[in-house]
């Protein structure tokens, strides 16, 4: 079991543990609900719901996996996993920070001497091997890629050839060439000797380059499943479906990985969090490219990675915090977050409203302000963790006096009064080493003037045989002393050199936090900044946005990191782990997806703790010879008012009630409140659609124009054709099908922005509490006059029906946004260019059909005037699918909002009905009745130790991991 975050000493209460115990005391209460009648539990219905309570608890739904992948690799699971997807340029150096943060050189790039070449998943399991699953592409889509490189040989309708430099900007030939480690001249080789075959010559082609490699012919369309018991096996077993590094010769198998699957029980992904690192799209194949989309789709959260001196400025940072912004205000975190803040602290929040305030604090984007730097001169032949990438040729100690002269850097260290102590210590421990190295050095210079004289005192005496050797010995003794003395200056010298180089270490140490810090703030500023500009575009400039010019956002996490420093801290026994920012960080990456997993073990916790609770009153129910025949006419008179009409009936022989019991009156409360809310919701979406409509016409009109100036750059005709084959799109061109569609992505993202349906579950939420409580107060106005105790029961039975209905509406309005954010991909131009090439699948393929001399001239041509024919129906057809997922996903949302409301009434009544029930007075009964209520009472109270230290720990939890470093 893993340790949970901040809970070393407590009594574990990790999700896993939860589930566990829920599932057992689920058992114990089904044994002693099953063996009660069921009139000692009101009768039959009650105690049907009881065993549905139960049931959901004993075999919990497995939540659902939003990113692409089997659930053969991925077993499925109760708890949640939360995707958390590294973001950023090829050759950052993200796989480095990725393995410092897991602890683990066991990526894939680390053994190809290259960035990423596939979307990279690590995720957890509880067992000390090491699992992994390596995907590679299709055979059909490694044919195509031959094919476009034996086309890009041929000479273009000029009768030019490519150059090399050219040929290695495409995507195809660059992979073909790399991966086989084949040339130019053994490409055109293989192509002149397949012209001469019977069979087309590129399918010839490809033929001859697979029985080259006739392991590849395995591999292509396969996957891969490896098992080893240490990183060392796992890196010998994975070299073999790797092949050599990119420097190398050799059949290169990472160049056709599509995806690769890591399993192991890192401490980072121990918690639900599943770890995706995404190759930067530089130089991925058409089929890669894709699946990065789709993951970057579908993921809970996105860490941007960018180098230090650009996290500030770089366009996909500010492009990501914009997206951000949006859904923020689509999910209303700074609404929870005002909740949560007001009045108290966390300390001293209910246990209702803890969850609220996690999840006000949950961010879909984080930033890493990655510092790339020269690592520690010893360490350099020794490590395979330390790779130097886009860094400054500098050494450690220019690089501290660089900083200090950085405007930013600067500005932090001059009113740092420790920072300015610590430089006067340097100052004078250098000059105190500078003294000693001068006398270590005058005595080296006396000494060899001594030892020179020495030299030819020896000379003379030797000459002289019987000469007088006073003078000798003066001088040998004089030899000796200085050795004496200088062995004592050099101790002095190497205790100097050790205090100037340890105060010059913290120098350095402090600096590097300050160049952090300095990073933080600047991006920090620079999501305040967007901030401040959406709500001036939702505010019409409204004065009251504006801030201080120096103020920082503080939700967005921001974590300035170094790999290098950290790997150098590692290997060199250094302290200074911490100051690197790779701990905070991977506590930071554990506890987003240890959120989630406690956040799913409290909405199944306290229903049932509620359900188990509302049991006990129910079987500990007094009969009427216990309180009297008044009180039990008072009771029956509360059933006859408030009992819905099939439940009044099982205990009343009278039906003269007119009015809808609990149930009844709420669920036509909550259904007028829903319409309502639906009504307008759907009047939105009839303003999307019309909106949606006027941009289909503007595509449609710009079709031809847009198809005309997609074929007017002059390309090899090789190139038009793997666009053609790929279906519009192709390395480093324009996506033909988003270009398209641009028109209509336009119209759609503004409306989309404009729609409100989403809205719908605040205001509902608001609208259905108060309902509900209006109702509860009728309940106990109609109980004025009667019994004190049961009034008094009576407003228990209320309140804890208020906390049900807040309980029930929190979850429902974090489903039904789940469902809203699931399906935002919808208005993102990549599914709507997926739509497009759909619809222009046809004709994609009769363009790519045309061969023969002039072919590329009509080729464009039926590629305008097809586009142009499809676009008159198409974008028309895109808009209505486009409105039907919509309506469809309102749909879903209002299923999920009634499902809700009906629970809602049900167990309200139930649960107030525990203050009317009256039991039959027989003995055998009252025995049963009376065993059943000492077991229950005893799962009522653990579940209710159970949930408060859930409750503890997440506030414990959340309140210890960093969401910045350096801190703010």
Known sequence: MSQRLGSRD???TDPRSVLSDLARHATSLKAIVTELPPASLDGPERKEHILDAIEKVSHPLPAKLKIPISSDVLSPSPLPRTSIGIIGSTGLGKSTLLSSVLGRDILPASSVGRGTAAPTIITYHPDDHIEASLTFMPLEEFRGAVESTMDLLEPDENGRILLNSEL??????????ESLSLSRKDLMRIKKGSNGAHEDGQQASVNAVLQMYPELTALLGSTISIRETNEKSFRDALEQYMGPTRDRKGLKKWAFL????IKYNAEVVSDGSILIDLPGSDDCSAIVTRAIERFKERLDVKLVAVLSPRASTEAIVNEHMVEEIKRRRRTHME????EGEEGAGPDTLDKH???NVFQANSTGLAVISEFISIPHPKLMPHSNLLKVTQCDALTRDDETQRLEEDRDVKRLLQGDAEYQKLVEECVRTQAEYDAKSAILQSLDDEGIRGL???????????????GNDSEHSELAQAASDRRVERQEAEREMKRARKSYQQSMERRRVMVTRARYLASGVNVRRSFRDCVIDANQDVDHGSEDSDAEEDGEDLSLPVFATSAQDFNWAVTSGNSELESTGVPALRKFLRHLGARAEYQAALDLLRPFRAEVESTHLLVTASDSETIGEKVARQKQDLRNRWASRDLRSLRSSTNSATTNGIRLSLEAAFAKKVKERLGKARADLQVLETTCEEGAQAASNAARPTAQSLMEPKKHWGIYRAVMRRHGHYGDLPDFNITLVDHLFQAIETAVDDYCGWEILDRLQADLTKVASALFHNVRVSAIGYDE????????????????????????KREGSAIFQENRHLSTRTFLGSEVQSHLEDVYDEAFGYRGNGFLKKMKAYFVEAVWE??????????????DYQSAILNEVEALIKTTCTQIAKECEMEISNAWVVPAKERKLIRTRTKAATSVQSIAQSLSLLETKLVEEMRRSENSVPTCHPAP
């Open 335 to 338: 609404q929870l977050e005002e």
């Open 10 to 12: 407590a009594v574990p």
């Open 870 to 883: 499809a676009g008159e129906t198409m974008f028309d057809d895109i808009t209505r699918e486009f409105v």
């Open 168 to 177: 290695m900007e495409d995507p195809s030939y660059a992979m073909i060439s």
């Open 452 to 466: 020179k004289r020495l030299k030819l005192s020896n000379e003379a005496q030797a000459a002289a045989r019987d």
């Open 353 to 355: 409203r803890v969850a």
């Open 258 to 261: 599509t995806l690769f699957v």
């Open 789 to 812: 105790n049961l009034n008094r029961q009576l407003r228990q039975a209320t309140a804890r029906s208020q906390e049900n209905v807040q309980r029930s509406l929190d979850k429902m």
